[in-house]
């Protein structure tokens, strides 16, 4: 299994412009998490989703964040538009129902807005 | 509500000594808890776990945590520090409620000098 995916690895994008994050799960897992990190707030839980299902969303910082997750087999997390604030690294988690807590984390996206 | 406090944002070790990361949790249920580590540029990783089994925990690359109830504690050890295992350690308490998200600590960066 080649674990969680995401892409880019790195993004550098000019303030005002469209950033989208994508994230591929591991087959059969059936959670999704998205997470940010930065040094302010440590890891931040923006939004998860159960069965393709948007579940807690609460974590969305604004709505210029959205994320959507097509099938079970991949996920983007939007900013439209990008502000520098947003600078962070951003994670994708997926989780099989069957080990509640075993999550498999991606190498992550570092967003750089200029 | 459940939380996790780490305390001291930075630990420094010399090679071979003693890795001592503390973990406090708060939770009104018998709780589950993680160590998980994320080395430099890269996702997090499952160190160990605490699913109310035996309370000392063994895990990857020589670490172990003790579940300590009557201090709410999970602090994690390793007995002889290797200059690998410089690396951000993030404790983390699973939410009791049925969505069974990770609650984190903002982690603890270990230093390994030689």
């Known amino acids: 299994d080649a674990g969680v995916i995401q892409s880019p690895r790195h993004e550098v994008t000019e303030m005002g412009q469209e950033v989208t994050l994508r994230c591929k799960p591991i087959?059969?897992?059936?959670?999704l998490f998205w997470y940010r990190q930065t040094m302010m707030r440590g890891l931040e839980l923006l939004i998860y989703f159960n069965n393709n299902v948007p579940i807690d969303d609460s974590g969305m910082p604004e709505d210029r964040f959205s994320a959507k997750m097509p099938n079970a087999s991949f996920s983007t997390l939007k900013i439209q538009p990008s502000e520098p604030r947003d600078s962070a690294v951003y994670f994708c988690a997926s989780r099989d129902h069957r080990n509640i807590y075993g999550y498999t984390f991606g190498s992550g996206t570092r967003l750089t807005v200029v | 509500a459940q939380s996790v406090t780490q305390l001291g944002s930075h630990v420094s070790v010399s090679e071979g000594a003693l890795v001592l990361l503390r973990c406090n949790y708060s939770s009104s249920v018998p709780p589950y808890l993680f160590w998980y580590v994320q080395y430099p540029n890269q996702g997090l990783q499952l160190l160990l776990k605490y699913t109310s089994a035996a309370t000392l925990v063994k895990g990857i690359n020589g670490f172990e945590a003790e579940f300590k109830k009557s201090e709410t504690s999970f602090h994690l050890t390793k007995p002889s520090a290797h200059m690998s295992d410089a690396a951000e350690y993030f404790c983390?308490?699973?939410?009791?409620?049925?969505?069974?998200?990770?609650?984190w600590g903002l982690g603890t960066s270990l230093a390994v000098n030689p």
């Open positions: 087959s059969g897992h059936n959670s």
């Open positions: 983390a308490v699973g939410d009791a409620g049925n969505n069974r998200k990770l609650i």
